[in-house]
T-cell receptor, first 113, second 113 residues
Framework: GDSVTQMEGPVTLSEEAFLTINCTYTATGYPSLFWYVQYPGEGLQLLLKATKADDKGSNKGFEATYRKETTSFHLEKGSVQVSDSAVYFCALSNAGNNRKLIWGLGTSLAVNP | EAQVTQNPRYLITVTGKKLTVTCSQNMNHEYMSWYRQDPGLGLRQIYYSMNVEVTDKGDVPEGYKVSRKEKRNFPLILESPSPNQTSLYFC????????????FGPGTRLTVL
């Protein structure tokens, strides 16, 4: 079945460092790919999405490119801030799977001043 | 403001005492879903609904019930809660479109003693 694998955390960075969180997936067909973020004590918020191969999703300085050839959707940010400290989830949705979101286990990011 | 609301946000109860967690969305979304989030297991889908009066089991439906009598509401019912249902619960909604961008409520932290 469909699955998502994320790099394990926690990830600890200093402010202004470069961030990469790896995400790879296994899916039939052409899924949509998402990154969600969960700030401490809050629900999940959509950070960015990509719906077809080679699409780049971007938001708040974060980017991720849908790479079908490597089945990857890595999250990047050029310069992280303390306020980016959160848990990041990669997910996919396949229309052929009742639109269920398939989740990675999440990667915790801590950014130190 | 477009949002998904859940109540209560926090609940401590005892084994066997029936409870309901409410979920409501004001975006006229057809699709609604319940997830539970547990450490090391990520998010797992409990039940989902594609539209009014249409519900179906997710990955971990045992011990839960749902109903979808109105488009905006999707309550989660635990008829006889047990300690293994202690978890963080999220309700989500989405348009039944190809891309399935889901909007999440703030979460309900349930403890069953």
């Amino acid at each position: 079945g469909d699955s998502v694998t994320q790099m394990e955390g926690p990830v600890t960075l200093s402010e202004e460092a470069f961030l990469t969180i790896n995400c790879t997936y296994t899916a039939t067909g052409y899924p949509s790919l998402f990154w969600y973020v969960q700030y401490p004590g809050e629900g999940l918020q959509l950070l960015l999405k990509a719906t077809k191969a080679d699409d780049k999703g971007s938001n708040k300085g974060f980017e991720a490119t849908y790479r079908k050839e490597t089945t990857s959707f890595h999250l990047e940010k050029g310069s992280v801030q303390v306020s980016d400290s959160a848990v990041y989830f990669c997910a996919l949705s396949n229309a052929g799977n009742n639109r269920k979101l398939i989740w990675g286990l999440g990667t915790s990011l801590a950014v130190n001043p | 403001e477009a949002q998904v609301t859940q109540n209560p946000r926090y609940l401590i109860t005892v084994t066997g005492k029936k409870l309901t967690v409410t979920c409501s969305q004001n975006m006229n979304h057809e699709y609604m879903s319940w997830y539970r989030q547990d450490p090391g297991l990520g998010l797992r889908q409990i039940y989902y609904s594609m539209n009014v009066e249409v519900t179906d089991k997710g990955d971990v439906p045992e011990g839960y019930k749902v109903s979808r009598k109105e488009k905006r509401n999707f309550p989660l019912i635990l008829e006889s809660p047990s300690p293994n249902q202690t978890s963080l619960y999220f309700c989500a909604s989405a348009r039944t479109s190809e891309y399935n961008e889901q909007f999440f409520g703030p979460g309900t932290r349930l403890t069953v003693l």
